[in-house]
RNA sequence: GCCGGAGUGGCGGAAUAGGCAGACGCGCACGACUCAAAAUCGUGUUCCCUACGGGAAUGAGGGUUCGAUUCCCUCCUUCGGCACCA
C-alpha cells in the first residue's frame, strides 16, 4: 500500500488537509477518466465558465454540487468523465483591450491561469488533462470546421436584413440575446437598435418541430416550456388573395397559384373556418408590395404613414393598448372564397417580421381587427355564432372568440367550430380540406423562432471561415487551411466594424476556386458558436484529425447529466440542440440529443436579496471563505443552505451551521473514545443501542442514496447531521468500538465524500486506516432488514385530531392495532362512551376514528 | 393577455404513495465551563389562550376524503418567459 502522505492530526486543520490531499489525487491522477468498457460510463457536465478573472459564489454553486454528483455517480460503480474548460472567447476580453491596451489573448489566458488555481481548491474531480479552451487554435479551428460543415449542408447562409445591433458592444446580436421590454442587449443591458446589415445566418429554423420535441429527454419542465415558447409553433392555413387594383393585369382564374405573380398576396392565418367573415386586408407597413399596389390618390397618405411608422421604435411600436392607426391604400382584394371586393389597408400592428407581412381581417372573430374595423368603420360580418342564442346580441360590442357554428359561410353554414387550435378543431379542419382542393391555399405552420445570427463584428471570437471572390462569390476556406487564425497586430477601436476589417493585410487572400485575388470574411462568430459544442472537444481536446476522436464519442456520447443556470434555456441550449442535430444530419454527431438530463441550478442572491454585484457591494468572494473555513464547509453549505434549484440568499452567519458540523465529524472520528482505543465507562453499548444506531445508519443511507439521485443536496446534508447527533448519543450509550460502531463510521465517511471530498479522504485514509483513496470505495449497499422497526408508534386520530400516541410491535396487524387504539385512555376520554362509526387503520402508519 | 415556477415559524428550509406539519440548520433565550468573553457543550424555541390542558395554523376561499402542505376548482401575491404573433 502507498505511503500516507502525513502524520494524524489532533485538530482540525482544513487548510493543511485540503491542499495535501488536492496534491496527492493529482499527482495519483485519482480523476482522469479513460475509457473502460468493463463499466457504464457516466458523462457528467456542467457549463463551462467564461474566464472573466476571479471565481464568484455562483460558479461554486453552480460547480461544486454537480461535482458532489458525479463523485456520487463514480462511487455507484460508474465511469465517470467530468470536465471541466473555458468559454474563452467574447467580449469583455477584447473591451479591456479597447480601454487598457492589454491584448485579450494575453489577458484571456492569465484569466484562465488564475481560474484554474481557484477551481483546484473547490477539490472537484475535474479531469484536467480533458480541458478545453474555446480561445486557443486548436479548438477554434474545428469551430471554423463546423462553420463549414454547416454551410455544406445548406445551413450557414448570407443575408441582408434589418437585425439587432447593440451600439454599446458595437455588434449585431441573435435575437435570443436581446431580452426584456425594452429589447436589450442580454449582455450589457443597452437597449438594441435596428441596423440594414448583409450576415452569416444558421437555418436554425430547419429543425423547428424537431427542437420542439423533448420525448425521453428528462430536462426541467421549466426550460422545456421555455424553448416551447421561444419557438411558438402556430397552426393554421396560407390563404392567397388576388389584388384587384385595376392597375394589375388580373388573371381572373381563381383556381390558379402562382406564386410569382404579385398580383396574388398570402396571409397567414390560424383561423381559416372564419375566411367568410374577412372584410379587409391590412399590409405592414413595410410590406414590399405597398409601394405597387398603393393608388395615385393614396399615396401621399400611405407615405407619410409609412414614414411615421419607420420613426418608432419596435417597443413604441410593439404597446398592446396603443390605439390601432392605419390608412387605405386605394387597392381591393378578393376573398377567394366569395369573390368580394374588400379594402387592402396598411397599419402597424401588422409586424413585417411575422407570417407574411399581411394579414385578412376578421373584425368579427379577432380583437384587434374588431377595434381596427369600429374605428375606421369597416364591416363586421359575424362568422361563427355562439351556440348559446342569448350571446348573439353582444357579437357587435366586441369580438367573439369562442365556440360555435359557422354561420354566413355558404356550404358550411352549421359547421361546428371548438375553441381548439389547428386540425383539433371540427371547423378549422373542414375549411382547411376544402380550401387546400379548391386550390385557394393550404395548410400551413407559422413558428415564431428565427434563424440564427451568427456573425459579430468583434475580434475576440472565431472567424468565420469564408472567402469572398468577385467572381465566385462566397466560398469556405479549404478545410486543410484551416485553422484561419486571428492575427495578433490588431487595433482595438471601437468603430462598429470588425477590427480584422480594418487590419492591412489579413483580409486579402485568394479565391479557392480561381485563385484570383479575394478577401475573407472579417466578421467572427458568436460565441455560442464555440460553445455548441464544447461537449465534444472534451472527448479529446488534443486530437488534430478531427474535431474529437470517434472512440472516444462512441463510449462518452450523450452527456447523462448536464447542470447550468436557466438563462441559457434559449440561447445556449437551443444552439446546442440544433447543432447536434445539423450535425448529425451531416454524419458527425449520433444519437437523437446531445445532453439527455439537465438541470438547473438557482441563484445566489446578496445578503440584502438582491442581485450580487460590485456596484451593489453585495459579493461574496469564496477565496475568503475557503481561507477561513476550508473548501469542505464551502461545499457543505453551499449544497445545504437552498433548495439548488431555486436558489436564495447568502447568509454568511449561516455556513456557521455547516462549519460547526465539519468540526464536530471531526471530533467525533478523531477522538480516542470513538475508535475504542480507550476503555470507557461508555463503552458497553447494549444489544438495543447497536441494533438501533445500525437502523439509523441504514435509514440514513437509504435517504441519502435517493437524495443524490434526486439533485437533492440539501437534504443529503442535513441527513448527515442527524446521523452525526445520533451518533454521538450512541457513543455516549456505549457504542463505540463495536461492530456497528465501526460500519457506521465507514458508512457515514462514503456518504460524507461527495460533499466533502477532503476529511472524508483524511479520517478514511488516516484515522480509519481503510485503504486509499475513499473516493474509489464503492456506494455501500442498504442493509433492508437493519432499516426495519421493532416497534412503531403510532398517532391515534379522533374525528381528524390528534389525540394519542400508541406503541405496537412493528409486524402488528390491523386488528392488533385497532385494538391498542381503542384501549388508549386518551382516546377512551374522547370516544365519550360512544361507540366509534368508523375505525381506520392505515398500517404501519396511524388509525383514524370517526365518532 | 398567454405560458411556466414558487408561496410552510424571525430566517434558509424539511415532510416516499393523501397519514404525527415545522426534520436539519441559522438566529434567539436560558444553563454549564470561564475571573470574564469567545469557542464548546446542554436545554428550549410556530402562534394564541385563564398554559396540568386546549385551540388555530402550510398565500386566501371552496371541494373530494375518516384524514389534504400533498389531489380538484376559484382567486391573490411574487418571480421568470412571451406578447397588436394574425
Not at 319 to 343: C, L, R, S, W
Not at 369 to 388: G, H, N, Q, S
Not at 757 to 765: A, C, G, M, N, V
Not at 808 to 822: F, K, N
Amino acid at each position: 500500500m502507498e505511503e500516507r502522505p502525513q502524520a494524524k492530526d489532533k485538530s482540525y486543520n482544513p487548510q493543511a488537509i485540503e491542499k495535501k490531499w488536492q496534491d496527492k489525487w493529482e499527482a495519483d491522477k485519482l480523476y482522469r477518466a479513460v475509457i473502460d468498457t468493463s463499466k457504464p460510463k457516466h458523462y457528467a457536465l456542467t457549463m463551462l465558465p467564461y474566464p472573466s478573472g476571479d471565481l464568484h459564489i455562483g460558479h461554486w454553486y453552480a460547480i461544486t454540487p454537480s461535482d458532489a454528483r458525479a463523485r456520487y455517480m463514480r462511487m455507484k460503480g460508474y465511469n465517470v468523465l467530468f470536465p471541466m474548460g473555458f468559454d474563452a472567447f467574447g467580449l469583455p476580453a477584447e473591451n479591456a483591450a479597447i480601454k487598457e491596451g492589454i491584448h485579450p489573448m494575453k489577458r484571456t489566458f492569465e484569466n484562465i491561469e488564475r481560474m484554474r488555481k481557484q477551481m483546484r481548491t473547490m477539490g472537484a474531480m475535474f479531469d484536467w488533462e480533458r480541458e478545453a479552451v474555446s480561445a486557443s487554435p486548436e479548438y477554434y479551428k474545428w469551430t471554423e470546421w463546423f462553420f463549414i460543415q454547416l454551410f455544406k449542408q445548406g445551413l450557414a447562409y448570407r443575408k441582408m436584413s434589418a437585425v439587432d445591433w447593440c451600439p454599446n458592444c458595437n455588434t449585431t446580436l441573435a435575437r435570443e440575446q436581446v431580452w426584456g421590454d425594452d429589447r436589450h442587449c442580454e449582455r450589457c443591458g443597452t437597449p438594441v437598435i435596428k441596423k440594414n446589415l448583409d450576415q452569416w445566418f444558421f437555418k436554425a429554423t430547419k429543425y423547428a418541430d424537431e427542437l420542439l420535441n423533448f420525448d425521453d429527454m428528462d430536462w426541467t419542465q421549466t426550460v422545456k416550456t421555455l424553448q416551447t415558447n421561444w419557438i411558438d409553433r402556430s397552426e393554421g392555413a396560407e390563404v392567397k388573395f388576388r389584388i384587384a387594383s385595376n392597375q394589375s393585369s388580373v388573371n381572373s382564374n381563381q383556381s390558379e397559384l402562382n406564386t410569382d405573380d404579385w398580383s396574388l398576396i398570402t396571409v397567414f392565418t390560424t383561423r381559416p373556418d372564419t375566411l367568410w367573415g374577412a372584410t379587409f386586408m391590412v399590409f405592414s407597413p413595410e410590406h414590399p408590395l405597398v409601394d405597387k399596389i398603393t393608388t395615385e390618390e393614396n399615396k401621399s397618405a400611405v407615405n407619410e404613414y409609412k414614414a411615421q411608422a419607420a420613426r418608432q421604435t419596435e417597443i413604441q411600436r410593439g404597446a398592446v393598448d396603443k390605439e390601432k392607426t392605419g390608412v387605405f391604400t386605394g387597392a381591393y382584394a378578393i376573398n377567394p372564397v366569395n369573390q368580394k371586393h374588400i379594402q387592402i389597408w396598411i397599419a402597424d400592428y401588422v409586424m413585417m417580421s411575422y407570417g407574411t407581412g399581411a394579414i385578412m381581417a376578421v373584425p368579427a372573430h379577432d380583437e384587434r381587427d374588431f377595434a381596427f374595423a369600429k374605428k375606421y368603420d369597416l364591416p363586421i360580418i359575424e362568422v361563427i355564432r355562439p351556440d348559446v342564442e342569448t350571446l348573439h346580441a353582444t357579437s357587435l360590442q366586441a369580438a367573439y372568440i369562442g365556440a360555435g357554428e359557422m354561420v354566413n359561410s355558404d356550404q358550411f353554414n352549421g359547421t361546428k367550430v371548438s375553441t381548439e387550435k389547428g386540425r383539433k378543431n371540427p371547423g378549422i379542419v373542414t375549411v382547411l380540406d376544402w380550401i387546400a382542393a379548391q386550390g385557394i391555399g393550404k395548410e400551413s405552420i407559422n413558428y415564431r423562432y428565427r434563424d440564427w445570427l451568427i456573425s459579430r463584428q468583434r475580434y475576440w471570437g472565431a472567424p468565420i471561415p469564408m472567402i469572398h471572390c468577385e467572381t465566385h462569390g462566397w466560398n469556405p476556406v479549404p478545410e486543410d487551411q484551416l485553422p484561419v487564425t486571428l492575427p495578433e497586430d490588431v487595433e482595438w477601436r471601437p468603430t462598429g466594424e470588425s477590427p480584422l476589417k480594418l487590419h492591412p493585410t489579413w483580409k486579402n487572400t485568394i479565391c479557392p476556386i480561381c485563385g484570383g485575388p479575394a478577401t475573407r470574411e472579417t466578421d467572427t462568430m458568436d460565441t455560442f458558436m464555440c460553445s455548441s459544442w464544447y461537449h465534444l472537444r472534451y472527448l479529446s481536446p488534443k486530437y488534430d484529425q478531427g474535431p474529437f476522436d470517434q472512440a472516444e464519442y462512441d463510449y462518452w456520447m450523450p452527456v447523462d447529466t448536464y447542470t447550468g443556470g436557466i438563462e441559457h434555456a434559449t440561447m445556449h441550449l437551443l444552439y446546442t440542440r440544433f447543432f447536434h442535430k445539423a450535425m448529425r444530419d451531416a454524419g458527425v454527431t449520433k444519437g437523437k440529443e446531445p445532453m439527455i438530463q439537465l438541470r438547473n441550478q438557482g441563484m445566489v442572491l446578496g445578503e440584502d436579496n438582491d442581485k450580487m454585484s460590485k456596484s451593489k457591494g453585495n459579493v461574496v468572494a469564496p477565496d475568503l471563505l475557503v481561507n477561513k473555513y476550508g473548501a469542505d464547509s464551502v461545499r457543505a453549505y453551499i449544497m445545504f443552505f437552498a433548495r439548488w434549484e431555486m436558489g436564495a440568499p447568502w447568509d454568511s452567519q449561516g455556513i456557521e451551521g455547516t462549519v460547526r458540523w465539519i468540526r464536530r465529524v471531526w471530533t467525533l472520528f478523531t477522538d480516542s473514545v470513538s475508535n475504542g482505543l480507550e476503555t470507557d465507562e461508555r463503552m458497553n453499548a447494549s444489544d438495543e443501542v447497536r441494533k438501533n444506531l445500525r437502523r439509523k445508519v441504514h435509514q440514513t443511507l437509504r435517504k441519502v442514496t435517493r437524495n443524490f439521485e434526486n439533485f437533492d443536496f440539501n437534504t443529503v446534508v442535513s441527513s448527515l447531521m442527524e446521523l452525526m447527533n445520533e451518533m454521538y448519543k450512541a457513543r455516549e450509550a456505549g457504542a463505540a468500538g463495536t461492530d456497528a460502531w465501526k460500519e457506521a463510521q465507514e458508512i457515514y465517511l462514503k456518504m460524507m465524500a461527495p460533499v466533502a471530498p477532503h476529511i472524508s479522504e483524511e479520517l478514511w485514509t488516516n484515522h480509519l486506516g481503510k485503504p486509499y483513496s475513499i473516493h474509489t470505495q464503492l456506494w455501500p449497499a442498504v442493509d433492508e432488514e437493519a432499516t426495519r422497526e421493532d416497534s412503531i408508534e403510532i398517532p391515534v386520530q379522533v374525528n381528524g385530531k390528534l389525540r394519542d400516541k400508541v406503541i405496537v410491535p412493528a409486524e402488528a396487524s390491523e386488528d392488533e392495532i385497532r385494538a391498542a387504539a381503542l384501549a388508549s385512555e386518551a382516546v377512551q376520554k374522547y370516544l365519550e362512551g360512544k361507540e366509534p362509526r368508523k375505525v381506520i387503520v392505515a398500517k404501519g402508519r396511524l388509525v383514524s376514528i370517526v365518532v
